[in-house]
């Protein structure tokens, strides 16, 4: 498909009073935004074509949710007060922006060399991520947000389901809640993972939703976990980090690990 008539397409997608689009034919990009705030959500247009021609129009009914819910966030006024239960840590790459587009500061921790800790209040369907100026106007701290957040994590259920390859054992979480990444904050949960492992624990956050945690008790798992990684980062809609970590000492430490065979079935 051309990038012309995937253009018509989004034109009738997103047809409405209150929302103007425009195409930024040199840049390949769609954008939709608010008639009179003119905030709003650009789209590249390639992603799409290549979305479309593999799921047709189940991909753009998804785009249109997620750029409904972005548009709505945008343009209400959310509150931290009362709202204590509903906010959570994010996992996010290093190279996620660290401010709005209106170049408000958004609030983040560092976590390791490849990972940064955003905050984020959930709206249900959706969440929006924690800036300066909603704890600004709360008469927040940082460090009592940290802890809210970070208490919330803990009560998040964790079922994980277990596959074993090459006799190594590995642990999937995919719940699709949003926070599945978000569970490497869980540090019970780690420590209880450890105390169990046969070999060493290792994990990984390639997207927002999946976490992997590996008991690696050969070199063989080290190549497997390795693929699996790059895969799941590939597919994710908010893709964290192809590198997995070991876990040693309450602590994480980037692997670097070069897989050179094919897991062995």
Do not use: C
């Amino acid at each position: 498909m051309t990038t012309i008539k995937m253009k018509k397409k989004l034109d009738e997608l997103f047809k409405n009073e209150e929302w103007q689009t425009s195409f930024i034919r040199d840049k390949d990009l769609y954008r939709i935004e608010g008639a009179e705030s003119k905030q709003g959500v650009s789209i590249n247009i390639p992603n799409v074509i290549s979305k479309y021609e593999e799921r047709g129009d189940a991909a753009l009914d998804e785009l249109k949710f997620h750029v409904t819910e972005s548009l709505q966030m945008m343009h209400e006024e959310h509150h931290l007060s009362g709202q204590e239960q509903q906010i959570y840590p994010v996992i996010r790459s290093t190279s996620f922006p660290k401010e709005t587009k209106s170049e408000v500061p958004l609030l983040y921790s560092e976590h390791t060399a490849e990972t940064n800790i955003y905050y984020a209040l959930d709206l249900g369907s959706t969440y929006q991520l924690i800036d300066q100026q909603m704890l600004q106007e709360q008469g927040w701290t940082f460090d009592r947000l940290k802890e809210i957040a970070s208490f919330n994590v803990r009560s998040l259920s964790v079922e994980p389901k277990r596959d074993t390859v090459a006799g190594n054992d590995f642990y999937f979480i995919a719940t699709q809640d949003g926070y599945d990444a978000s569970r490497i904050l869980n540090e019970a949960f780690l420590e209880e993972m450890k105390a169990n492992a046969v070999g060493e624990l290792a994990v990984a956050v390639p997207h927002q939703d999946v976490f992997i945690v590996a008991d690696i008790q050969n070199d063989t798992g080290y190549d497997v976990l390795a693929q699996m990684t790059m895969k799941f980062f590939a597919e994710g809609r908010v893709p964290i980090t192809s590198l997995s970590f070991i876990y040693e000492d309450k602590h994480l430490e980037p692997v670097f690990i070069l897989a050179k065979n094919k897991p062995k079935n």
